[in-house]
């Protein structure tokens, strides 16, 4: 399976796989806001017996059949608290929503 892997210039170690090159369609607008600039690193071509360096091959590999996309995040940062960050002006926007009506 070919990958193509994008830098992001918001975090050092932030990485972006993609299914497709330059194909950030499938990506949410949430993420990408969150990404920076996306710089193209390399193309790979990745099997179930690929090593990567900090991720785990087959989770990539589902995420890119799935999703088109796999997110690298910084070593010192969790899914979760990225995901909470974005998930907090959503919940502030329904809770000033809710107290209007």
Partial sequence: MNCF???????QDLYIYLAEKDDFSKVPAEIISG??????????????????????????MKN???????????????????????AKPDIARRRARNERQ
């Fill in 64 to 86: 890119l059949e799935a999703k088109g996309f796999h997110l690298q995040l910084p070593s010192e940062t969790s899914i979760e608290s990225i995901m909470s960050k974005i």
């Fill in 5 to 11: 892997i994008y830098r992001c210039s918001r975090k």
């Fill in 35 to 60: 990404l920076g600039i996306a710089e193209f690193s390399m193309e790979l071509d990745i099997t179930a017996d690929s090593k990567l360096a900090r991720e785990d091959v087959s989770t990539v």
